[in-house]
């Protein structure tokens, strides 16, 4: 399987990304090299290797989850310029619900 620039355009512009040619270019060259490894490795064959979920022999490098009381709504929105309903409002980034408006 192949990419193509057209493919990597489409992405970039549902990503709001905007790429000169060079870069579209290189983008899909890399993107082109990145899929090839991929298929490679769906060749490999893992038959009789066993499942490893972890790698070494801790179980858990995380601090304990422990409930912390957090700071008032009315806090943390004195420093926020705009808010609407309790909530802070924030620029749109989509026009009338629509990608790539």
């Given at each position: ?5 057209e493919?990597?355009?489409?992405v970039a ?8 040619d060079?870069?579209?270019e290189?983008?899909?060259?890399q993107?082109g090299?990145i899929?090839?490894?991929m298929?490679?490795?769906?060749n490999?064959?893992?038959?009789g ?6 790698v ?11 409930v912390l009381?957090?700071?008032s ?8 310029p705009e808010?609407e309903d ?7 980034i989509?026009?009338n ?5």
């Amino acid at each position: 399987m192949s990419i193509t620039k057209e493919e990597i355009q489409r992405v970039a512009q549902l990503s709001k990304l905007t790429f000169s040619d060079a870069d579209l270019e290189l983008y899909t060259e890399q993107m082109g090299k990145i899929i090839a490894m991929m298929e490679k490795l769906e060749n490999v064959d893992t038959e009789g290797v066993p499942f490893t979920s972890n790698v070494t022999e801790r179980v858990s490098v995380l601090r304990e989850d422990n409930v912390l009381t957090g700071e008032s709504r009315e806090e943390l929105l004195k420093n926020v310029p705009e808010t609407e309903d309790g909530f802070i409002k924030v620029p749109a980034i989509m026009d009338n619900g629509e990608v790539g408006a």
